[in-house]
């Protein structure tokens, strides 16, 4: 297993991060542990998971997630300096977290300190914003003027971010946090939080997780090259584009079990012509290299300059080997100029 410095925060973590979103759903605690237990194994020594999770999100099992890790963490209270744990804070929007009410400073400190219980733990690593305050052009609102931001008062929301780093601050001179990061924010986003850092002396953000992936790489080259150049890690989730990147949906398929058989938060806005077309032709490359369309997406995704650590996810085991598998192959330049060539194709699929 290869290793990245986690942004300016000096931790360590390796280029796989296993993510935890199905563990309450799709998977049981002996599930989630036999997962831990193998990419620990692997040399895996970075974990992601959300007060929000299990996915989807419902009012009955929110925080179930934290609470498995937390139970496994509890019978094996050796490893966890083993870990580097990140969790996050849930957005405006969910109706049953904070009657929907976005992010503030007493919602920082109260969510740190549920996490926490539910983790069985004294500290987090890395505490992340799951998604800003204000409306954001993720989940499938990055076409022109899905998002409208000339209506945003920016004075009101770097007031909130100034609100929410100093509540950040008071978590971390208390031991509970020790870095924090954002989640499906943007380049505005991050210039503001690190001005405020500066100008305030208080905590800079060392991470951003976002969507990144062959059918959504949008933050390529202007977000990434804005965190090379501010020593912030960038974090890509669903690397696999929900599942898609590995053929399983094609032709309208959902296989049983499958997340896109459960009720989607946001809807299938994924699910269009133009990925389709694109999957195809990702296909075609992993079957002429011999290797998985999933262990292609996620060898391109790793060889992305600029790329921190890749947030994997699986619902077997036989998935989590192959998705482990696939950081120690060989990138090589005709692969990527295969993958190129259908890259060019579609740059932007939903």
Not at 247 to 270: I, N, V
């Amino acid at each position: 297993m290869k290793y990245s410095r986690l942004g300016s925060s000096g931790l360590n973590v390796s280029r796989v991060c296993l993510g935890s979103m199905t563990w309450g759903i799709q998977n049981t605690q002996a599930q989630a542990d036999q997962q831990i237990e193998y990419a620990l194994s692997q040399g895996v020594n970075f974990i992601d998971t959300a007060e929000m999770y299990p996915v989807p999100p419902n009012q009955h099992t929110q925080g179930d997630t934290e609470r498995i890790l937390g139970n496994w963490i509890s019978r094996n209270p050796q490893k966890r300096e083993d870990i580097i744990l990140a969790s996050k804070i849930t957005g405006p929007g969910i109706s049953y977290i904070r009657k929907g009410n976005g992010i503030d400073g007493k919602s920082i400190v109260q969510s740190v300190d549920a996490s926490l219980k539910r983790l069985q733990t004294d500290y987090i690593d890395l505490y992340q914003l799951h998604w800003p305050n204000r409306t954001s052009p993720h989940f499938g609102r990055h076409l022109p003027n899905k998002v409208r931001f000339s209506d945003v008062d920016p004075e009101y929301e770097i007031n909130s971010m100034l609100e929410i780093l100093m509540a950040l601050d008071e978590c971390i001179k208390a031991g509970k946090i020790r870095h924090c990061g954002l989640s499906d924010d943007t380049t505005w986003g991050i210039h503001q939080y690190l001005k405020l850092a500066e100008t305030h002396s208080l905590p800079k953000m060392v991470s951003i997780q976002n969507e990144f992936n062959l059918l959504h790489s949008k933050d390529w080259p202007y977000l990434i090259e804005h965190c090379c150049h501010e020593d912030i890690a960038f974090l890509p989730w669903s690397p696999l584009s929900g599942g898609m990147l590995s053929g399983k949906y094609l032709d309208g398929k959902r296989p049983a079990g499958s997340r896109w058989t459960y009720e989607q938060r946001m809807g299938l806005f994924r699910d269009t012509p133009n990925s389709e077309q694109a999957i195809r032709g990702y296909i075609k490359v992993a079957e002429k290299h011999n290797i998985t369309p999933c262990q292609l997406a996620l060898m391109w995704c790793d060889n992305v300059d600029g790329i921190t650590s890749t947030i994997i996810g699986a619902t077997t085991m036989a998935q989590l080997e192959e998705n482990i598998a696939a950081f120690k192959l060989p990138y090589s330049e005709t692969l990527a100029r295969d993958i190129n060539q259908v890259l060019k194709q579609h740059i932007a699929t939903f």
